[in-house]
């Protein structure tokens, strides 16, 4: 069975931190791993991915400098440190695997989902 399962969302403050979790099984834990975020009446946007080597990172700018996203091949857990959070932050995280050879910032090129978990800054 092919599923990604995110975990470590919440309610949290401004400028506090979190860090959210994607445990994968069977095929879902790829290549290129990623993390999306959809906020209320927005379009699903790209955050961040990672290779399998971690060599090869890419954040969205508006993360870039205090996100940070990592894997653990031996876990099949690929993890989105979110320091320094702001209200702008406010989605729901989603998980992604990329089974492809070049990785990808568009979500159409991504092959497994996860349920996604909400995120919610308060101000």
């Known amino acids: 069975q092919v599923q990604l399962v995110e975990s470590g969302g919440g309610l949290v403050q401004a400028g506090d931190s979190l860090r959210l979790s994607c445990a994968a099984s069977?095929?879902?834990?790829?290549?290129?791993m990623g993390w999306f975020r959809q906020a209320p009446g927005k379009e699903r946007m790209f955050v961040a991915r990672?290779?399998?080597?971690?060599?090869?990172?890419y954040y969205a700018d508006s993360v870039k400098g205090r996100f940070t996203i990592s894997r653990d091949n031996a876990k099949k857990t690929v993890y989105l440190q979110m320091n320094s959070l702001k209200p702008e932050d406010t989605a729901v995280y989603y998980c992604?695997?990329?089974?492809?050879?070049?990785?990808?910032?568009?979500?159409?090129?991504?092959?497994?989902w996860g349920q996604g978990t909400q995120v919610t800054v308060s101000s």
């Open positions: 069977g095929r879902a834990f790829s290549n290129h």
């Open positions: 992604a695997a990329d089974r492809g050879p070049l990785g990808s910032n568009f979500d159409y090129e991504y092959d497994y």
């Open positions: 990672i290779s399998w080597s971690g060599s090869t990172i």
